[in-house]
């Protein structure tokens, strides 16, 4: 069997007692891994991951804008157009990896019309500056369980927003676990618009750990992402219950051809 998609490894919950986020990078890489990925970065040693990264011939698939900022409060929204521009500045060493933005939280008092056109706004902009850097921003809607009242918590609605900026260094972070929270149909929710996703997450339900560990069928799940025509990697996005070396095995398996 093979893994029917190349795998990333989330450093920021995996390899974890191989010490700081550059060690994790290269034990990831004696685990067969060509693609990682982390979360926040000023809190990461990024000149050692950049030495990492060159001397282990890996590649950064994700991380995340930093600070985050709300796409829905304009007063945020220089904020998060800055820290989209800082980010893309200090993380170039790292082989200019897909960025990550989350939505932040409703703002009270605001209609779903005013939300939804603050995003697109500010998103736009966030998307210019992606665009003049050759870089990919990845909008990723989370869930209501672990975030009340996040503005992004649907699929449907995250890409809507990707449609409605119409910007080619947009697309959207699917997430099998944040998505399953949500109790959305995986094939329903994107059917006709696989094309606006450019990186997919797994984890199991309920607890967010490895494949096989939970409810979800990842049969249906490798069989939607074929049928969809999804091209891209998958990040192992989870918090291991068993050894790595377990752990990895068991995700190939459950997402194996």
């Not at 050692?48 to 409060?73: E, H, K, N, Q």
């Not at 933005?101 to 009270?108: D, L, Q």
């Amino acid at each position: 069997m093979s893994a029917a998609y190349p795998l990333s490894s989330c450093i920021e919950w995996q390899f974890a007692d191989a010490g700081d986020l550059d060690a994790r990078l290269r034990a990831a890489k004696a685990a067969g891994f060509e693609l990682a990925e982390f979360h926040l970065w000023r809190d990461k040693p990024v000149d050692a991951l950049a030495t990492a990264l060159a001397d282990t011939g890996m590649r950064l698939t994700s991380l995340c804008v930093d600070p985050r900022r709300s796409i829905v409060d304009p007063a945020e929204r220089d904020e998060l157009v800055t820290a989209v521009r800082e980010t893309i500045a200090a993380t170039a060493v790292l082989g200019k990896p897909n960025l990550i933005v989350a939505s932040g939280f409703r703002v009270e008092g605001m209609s779903e019309e005013e939300h939804f056109a603050n995003a697109v706004a500010a998103l736009r902009a966030a998307a210019d500056a992606a665009e003049a850097a050759g870089v990919m921003l990845l909008l990723e809607p989370l869930n209501t369980r672990l975030f009340a009242t996040m503005y992004l918590v649907s699929t449907k609605l995250g890409l809507d927003l990707v449609e409605a900026v119409d910007s080619p260094n947009l697309r959207l972070l699917y997430d099998v676990w944040h998505s399953a929270v949500m109790g959305e149909d995986m094939a329903q929710v994107l059917a006709g618009r696989m094309h606006l996703v450019a990186h997919v997450q797994v984890a199991d339900m309920p607890d967010r750990n490895e494949p096989g560990t939970g409810s979800v069928d990842w049969d249906q799940v490798r069989q939607t992402l074929r049928d969809l025509g999804y091209a891209g990697a998958i990040g192992l996005e989870y918090f291991p219950t068993m050894p790595m070396d377990q752990s990895l095995a068991q995700s190939r398996r459950m997402l194996a051809d």
